[in-house]
């Protein structure tokens, strides 16, 4: 790829440069050149329900014909008010008030400026302190950065933003020790009442945590006693629990939210990237009703955006959500995750370096090593994880990775295809993985043991 572009006006994050898109229809894009991709990260695990689905492409054209935007505070609009009520309908009894943002960031943003006037309703100002994970990402605001430990994002900016406390995350898969995972789970949940006693439980106001791990953590599963405990400990100190659902939400675990997996309700909850699937910028705050009434009856929720509630967006939303049940896309979702984590399971067995496979749903990653025994990381100067992506494009699949180790060493690919996979498109998945790895063995001379073979791996 050129390393710099005289043709464009637009800039990114590098001057690296890919193909132009040409045109999408479930799990594969085109380019201007007409290579096909096969979309195995859904973009940044966004792509929910695949691309360019007939039924919400109809729905937002339906829509644009009618209003493409309109002001919530001049006027309320059908499709926010449709969807919100569809929305609340998919969630456990209780959480059932809406407010619509544009995209993760302000999703997450919203919902922290939502508990903090919450506590002020109640008149508990002393409470502003956020406590999460480390590692851990939450967004690219400076304010989000605070509750974000991952250092590549954060380093630069540090003396910008409020740092707020964090603990460890249940990285209990690496854990050396006699404890059961059960005890492991219930360890890494007493560090949060630790550090609550710590910062004084009348200045803590929240825990934010994403219940299913996203790219900071390579889709990390907490031990099943996890977030029962983190449940019963935010309820004994009055904090409230914060599920950041933005990628792991919306389907792709296998159920609409990922904590619901653990039986556990988050009194706020964000969602974003598979809420509209790609089809339009959307985010959403879903929050219990007396939290919500309680923030309206004390003068009002202090915030807002300019496409709050934008209904192009709502409209691509609840379209997407009618997809998701019409289609059975949840069930899928389970049957087409296990399918692939056998897949990903059996590569771990010819390719050495591999020492994890995680995740839950259509929500998973593989973590590499240099010893599975000692969990130590491949060396950081390789940055397996870009080139594993590189190589990956080289064959058209698309895969998304990041460092495991809060940034600067370990490496995970994120391997995430839309819900609505078929066991071929999984086959042809698993085949292009397989040479990558092959290739990234060769270069850096890795053992493998690929004498073990099985049907879904050709």
């Avoid at 096909?36 to 014909?65: E, T």
């Amino acid at each position: 790829m050129p390393s710099k572009s005289i043709n464009s006006h637009l800039f990114y994050q590098t001057r690296n440069h890919k193909p132009r898109v040409s045109h999408s229809r479930g799990v594969y894009l085109w380019d201007q050149q007409g290579n096909q991709y096969l979309d195995a990260s859904s973009g940044a695990m966004v792509s929910n329900i695949g691309h360019s689905h007939p039924k919400v492409i109809a729905a937002i054209q339906k829509q644009l014909n009618q209003a493409a935007f309109a002001y919530r505070l001049h006027f309320e609009n059908d499709a926010a008010e449709e969807f919100a009520e569809d929305l609340s309908g998919v969630m456990p009894v209780g959480l059932n008030r809406v407010f619509f943002a544009s995209g993760g960031s302000e999703t997450v943003e919203s919902c922290l400026k939502l508990a903090r006037q919450f506590a002020i309703s109640r008149g508990e100002s002393s409470r502003y302190k956020v406590i999460s994970l480390s590692p851990s990402y939450h967004g690219c605001t400076l304010g989000l950065l605070g509750v974000t430990q991952y250092g590549p994002l954060n380093d630069p900016f540090d003396s910008m933003y409020l740092e707020m406390p964090k603990i460890a995350a249940p990285t209990a898969y690496r854990d050396q020790n006699s404890l059961s995972v059960d005890q492991r789970g219930e360890r890494y949940a007493d560090l949060l009442e630790k550090e609550i006693v710590k910062q004084g439980p009348e200045t803590v106001l929240a825990f934010l945590a994403e219940p299913v791990g996203g790219a900071s953590t390579g889709a990390l599963v907490a031990p099943g006693t996890y977030y029962p405990r983190v449940r019963e400990i935010c309820d004994r100190y009055g904090v409230l629990l914060i599920a950041d659902e933005v990628l792991c939400g919306a389907g792709r675990t296998g159920e609409y939210l990922a904590l619901n997996h653990w039986g556990v309700q988050a009194d706020i909850v964000a969602l974003a990237k598979g809420l509209a699937a790609g089809y339009s910028p959307l985010g959403a705050v879903v929050a219990k009703e007396e939290l919500v009434e309680a923030v309206l009856d004390d003068g009002g929720f202090l915030h807002g955006y300019t496409y709050a509630g934008n209904p192009m967006a709502c409209a691509a939303g609840k379209a997407v959500l009618e997809v998701l049940l019409e289609e059975n896309l949840m069930q899928r979702t389970q049957e087409q995750g296990a399918k692939l984590r056998v897949g990903l399971e059996e590569l771990q067995q010819q390719f050495e370096f591999i020492g994890d496979v995680r995740g839950k749903g259509l929500l998973l990653a593989f973590e590499l090593v240099e010893n599975r025994e000692t969990w130590e990381v491949l060396p950081p100067a390789w940055n397996a994880h870009s080139r594993i992506v590189e190589l990956a494009y080289e064959e058209k699949l698309i895969l998304y990775s990041r460092r495991t180790r809060g940034g600067y060493s370990g490496d995970h690919l994120m391997v995430c295809p839309p819900l609505c996979i078929t066991d071929g498109e999984l086959d042809e998945l698993l085949s292009k993985l397989k040479r990558i790895l092959i290739k990234f063995a060769n270069e850096h001379k890795l053992s493998t043991n690929l004498k073990f073979s099985s049907s879904m791996l050709h």
